[in-house]
């Protein structure tokens, strides 16, 4: 896609999304990094962060096939603890969404002294990945502590 992100894999009829959702959706000139091929067909994904004590860079491959022709956006979600932002380099949330289908996915990479809230979920796991239900509840996949 020429005007985000996303990239598509293609291979002997069997096709993948990827989703570099640490990156902004759209493509910008003020917003550095990239996903790209490079000559080898070697999937590069680039990322800068000025100032930070850890890079958390997530990239999701969908390759189910009722979902490769949906619409899909994602978006980078503020992380708080104790009522406080917490920087990129502490905690890290996204969510992405294709067609009706929302994923959550939470890092955290500083171990934090109370439990932290993202998208009104609060945890005190190092990692979680969720799928909302209809109803806006977080049905969870994947606990790390």
């Known amino acids: 896609d020429s005007e985000t992100h996303e990239l598509t894999l293609k291979t002997k009829g069997l096709s993948a999304r990827i989703f570099p959702i640490g990156l902004p959706q759209e493509r910008d000139f ?3 990094g990239s996903l ?52 990129r380099d502490e905690a890290a949330g996204h969510r992405l ?12 990479l500083k ?7 993202v998208l009104g979920h609060h945890t005190s796991y190092e990692s979680v990945i969720g799928r909302f239900d209809t109803n806006g509840d977080l049905s969870p996949l994947l606990f790390v502590e």
């Open 30 to 32: 003020f917003q550095p």
């Open 97 to 108: 969404r294709i067609g009706s289908h929302q994923l959550l996915v939470y890092r955290s």
């Open 111 to 117: 171990k934090a002294e109370h439990a932290r809230a």
């Open 36 to 87: 790209t091929f490079n000559e080898q067909h070697q999937l590069i994904l680039q990322q800068q962060a000025s100032e930070a004590t850890a890079l958390y860079v997530p990239l999701i491959i969908d390759w189910e096939p009722d979902l490769k022709r949906k619409a899909a956006d994602w978006s980078r979600l503020t992380v708080s603890e104790s009522g406080k932002i917490s920087s």
